[in-house]
């Protein structure tokens, strides 16, 4: 399977072209982060910093490499006071687990968690609808929305009016290419047109949107989303601001990691420290390489490499890892679910 010679990303990517030089189209249309810089994250938060408060900002942690820098860098090189809250789905990874307790420790920060026991039955749900359509679809489920609400009710809680969030665009997988693909929702419109297999979706489709719509309510998203479950909960416009941090430090993947594991005690899987703080991220992987022959990984490496942070030879280490490793580690899932005889999406040899 050819590949740019840039970034990893597969002729078996929708729209992709390729220059005589072997460089996709995306790579020569890309534009490379540009960062606000520390001191002006810095003049933002003096308003912030109020000494009479114990806690001055609240910061979502997964224990990946993401949240657990802006975390260390928000204590360490920003002295604010922050507390960590961390959503446990049921799906998170001993490992993250681990990191989270390590960081909270070390650099004495409070931390609130916050779980909810309906997930695993959730996911199950979505997971026989998956079946039927031999795609995984909606495995994230409500876990964002859930992550901004915890946030945000903590936040109003505590009386602290600063979130630092630690998403950047360089790891988003929704961007203009991936929305015009099939992972974005049009392959299960088509699967959908067989009267039998609709019929074989709808009670678990029922079931599922029922549970859904119960844990929004449970983990206290506003009454106005609970019911539209595709619906992301925006930030507040007032009383509370939402810095992304990363729009301002600079994302230095090497440099991220060596600080978090020589600081913190911070530990990712080999050839895997993105995205395994959580157990069900494999079958987001599985997704992308079935419809677009290349893991989400493995887009995201694209990004890295296009920004520099990231070799082309270790980015294709990396993927050839997920792709070694996806449909395992779903099945792991699978059978801690009890679904027995489950028979999985499949992706082409060609992909491969």
């Known amino acids: 399977m050819k590949r740019c010679n840039l970034c990893i990303l597969p002729s078996s990517f929708p729209n992709i072209k390729f220059n005589k030089d072997g460089i996709c189209n995306i790579c020569l249309n890309y534009k490379e982060e540009s960062y606000k810089g520390k001191l002006a994250l810095e003049k933002i938060l003096e308003s912030y910093k109020n000494k009479e408060k114990e806690y001055n900002c609240i910061i979502p942690l997964s224990g990946g490499k993401d949240s657990t820098f802006v975390l260390y860098y928000a204590v360490k090189m920003l002295n604010l006071k922050p507390i960590a809250i961390n959503y446990d789905s049921g799906f998170q990874s001993k490992l993250a687990k681990e990191n989270i307790k ?27 609808i998956s079946e ?13 929305a859930i992550l901004r609400s915890i946030s945000i009710n903590l936040a109003k809680k505590k009386n602290i009016s600063l979130i630092l969030w630690g998403a950047t665009s360089i790891e988003n997988t929704e961007d203009e290419y991936i929305s015009k693909t099939t992972v974005s929702g049009k392959k299960i419109i088509i699967n959908l ?18 549970l859904r719509v119960l844990q929004r309510i449970q983990m ?16 507040p416009k007032n009383k509370i601001k939402v810095i992304y941090f990363f729009d301002y430090i600079k994302y230095d993947l090497v440099k991220i990691i060596q600080t978090l594991e020589k600081e913190v005690k911070w530990k990712g899987p080999t050839n895997q420290e993105d995205r395994f703080d959580c157990l069900l991220h494999p079958f987001v992987n599985h997704v992308f390489l079935q419809s677009l022959g290349i893991s989400s990984d493995g887009y995201i490496y694209s990004n890295i490499i296009r920004n520099r942070n990231l070799r082309r030879s270790e980015a294709l280490l990396k993927e ?23 028979k999985m999406p499949i992706i082409k040899k060609s992909y491969n």
């Open 102 to 128: 390590n960081i909270c420790e070390i650099l004495n920060v409070p931390l609130v968690i916050k779980a909810n026991k309906i997930n695993k039955k959730m996911i199950k749900e979505v997971l026989l």
């Open 220 to 235: 206290g998203i506003p009454k106005k989303y609970i019911f539209n479950i595709f619906n992301k909960v925006p930030f």
């Open 132 to 144: 039927t359509l031999g795609a995984f679809v909606h495995i994230c489920g409500n876990c964002e």
């Open 320 to 342: 050839n890892h997920i792709r070694k490793t996806v449909e395992k580690e779903c099945r792991n899932i699978i059978n801690e679910l009890d679904l027995k005889n489950y």
């Open 193 to 210: 047109r067989t009267v039998k297999k609709f019929f074989r979706i709808f009670p678990h489709a029922i079931n599922y949107y029922f």
